[in-house]
Structures are given as C-alpha cells and as structure tokens.
C-alpha cells in the first residue's frame, strides 16, 4: 500500500494520494482581507493547482467540505463554486457554518478527488 504525501510540513501534507484517490488538506485564502466571494475564488485557484500537480482536476472532484464562518455568505460563496465548476460534473458537497481560529477566514474547503 502506497501513500504519497506532498507540500509537508510537521503538522500537515497539503496533498495526500493513496489507492487512486487525492485527498487535498483544509485550504483558506491567502488575501484574508477579501471577502467571502473573493476568498472562495482564491481557494478554488489554489485547489485547480494542487489537484494539478498529482495529475487531475476539477472533474475528477468525489466531495467537497465547506466551511463558512457566516452562513449568510452561502449565496456569495456559491456563485464563486458554481462559476468555477464551469459546466463540470459537481462533486458531492456539504456545507457547514463554523468558527475558525483565525477570524479573517470567512471560507475553508477541503477536497477528495480521484487520479
């Protein structure tokens, strides 16, 4: 049994692979300052990125977590999916209200994907 990990540190791998199926770790956005649409679209580049990296894409989605710091941004939050999505398949999804140990972070999500 292979597991590869990749982008580690002592606390995480951002990518994990193991038995055909890429597991990407829990990703925020970089600028903070944007808001929850802004946020979404900077984690969606970075997870088209990752996902790359290890041979796949968006179309090879299984399941999306999401978590929002106001669930008042899940409109906002879905447009920037639904654009991103761009016509293809959608992966499973759910999508929870959280509070996040940082307080600039409006959005995380973590993905599964197949090779």
Not at 9 to 38: F, M, P
Request: net charge negative; aromatic share 8%; glycine share 6%.
């Amino acid at each position: 049994m292979m597991i590869e990990r990749y982008e580690k540190n002592e606390r995480l791998s951002r990518i994990v692979v193991h038995n055909g199926t890429i597991y990407l770790c829990g990703l925020t956005a970089d600028d903070k300052e944007a808001d929850t649409a802004g946020q979404t679209k900077q984690i969606l580049k970075t997870a088209d990125t990752l996902l790359g990296k290890v041979g796949a894409d968006r179309s090879k989605l299984l399941f999306a977590q999401i978590w929002l710091k106001d669930v008042q941004d899940f409109d906002a939050m879905n447009r920037a999916w639904v654009e991103w999505l761009d016509g293809a398949e959608p992966p499973a999804r759910a999508t929870v209200g959280a509070s996040f140990a940082l307080p600039e972070i409006s959005v995380e999500i973590q993905f599964t994907a197949a090779i």
